[in-house]
Nanobody
Framework: QVQLVESGGGLVQPGGSLRLSCAAS????????MGWFRQAPGKQRELVATISRDGLTNYAASVKGRFTVSRDNARNTLTLQMNSLKPEDTAVYYC??????????WGQGTQVTVSS
């Protein structure tokens, strides 16, 4: 079992920045890839960014160049630096991890609101 807890969401003006963090606990050694997903009201959950255990990253086209995902395997943390935020980035952001046994775990989500 892996537990994920997100933090760092909030209200920010368009063009601003936020940094999300995700702390992992439990069976840490079983974690393979990690990532961030988001879900806006009335929309399906979508991928934002993923990062492999070796640090290979993948981004949704809508956030590429604005968001940066990183992980610290020693501290069991995942981070999403979000710059140049737009109103359409407003959503609940979820931390996710997949284990080497193909189990998937989710955090409880953190709200990000981009509005003037």
């Amino acid at each position: 079992q892996v537990q994920l807890v997100e933090s760092g969401g909030g209200l920010v003006q368009p063009g601003g920045s936020l940094r999300l963090s995700c702390a992992a606990s439990g069976s840490i050694s079983s974690i393979n890839a990690m990532g961030w997903f988001r879900q806006a009201p009335g929309k399906q959950r979508e991928l934002v960014a993923t990062i492999s255990r070796d640090g290979l990253t993948n981004y949704a086209a809508s956030v590429k160049g604005r968001f940066t995902v990183s992980r610290d395997n020693a501290r069991n943390t995942l981070t999403l630096q979000m710059n140049s935020l737009k109103p359409e980035d407003t959503a609940v952001y979820y931390c996710n991890c997949n284990t080497f046994r193909a189990n998937s775990y989710w955090g409880q989500g953190t709200q990000v609101t981009v509005s003037s």
